[in-house]
């Protein structure tokens, strides 16, 4: 059980909690009455005996299924767009390690997609809903308000200027098609702190 005033991630030496009203457990130590985290994790506080617990997070990046992520396109597949994934919509914070994430090709827009090169380009940056953080992560676009929310001219470079359904190069009047991202972001689904960890 996660208590709602603890933070979703703490780091070795922050505080959790005064030793008279927590147990230390794994993950934590004691220090002049007070509860410190020893290792990077999520904490939690058992409800039946009081113990405070750091469950490790080392190496894993702090992106959780429902968040919405900005993701950059490095390589379309027949089957899925490998991304890396540049920072969360809800903390301005890259993600550290710039993990890859993927697109399946039936999580690109509602409806069939013949091919995703109809979709995206290499380069272009999206707005994603995280669908499965671990062990890899599996991103969806589906909705209306993903998408792509930046993309350059496979011509000319130039960035282009977006349209509903169409984006056309300022300086070569290229025309290109996206699944663009449409209308205003959605409340990311997954539980964020006040400082939107
Ligand atoms: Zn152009």
Redesign the pocket.
Known sequence: MTDPELPRLVLPGDYLGAAEEFLPGRGTYEYGGRIYASLLGAPSIDPGDRTVRVEPRNGIPEVQEGDLVYARVDELKTAMAVCTVLGTSTSRRAVPGAPEGTVHISKAKDGYTETLAGEFAVGDVLVARVLQAHPGIKLSTAQAPLGVVAAR?Q??H?LLTLGAKEAV?P??G?REQRKFAKGPLPPPSGAHGPDGR
């Open positions: 001219c011509l000319c130039a190069c300086r070569c290229h």
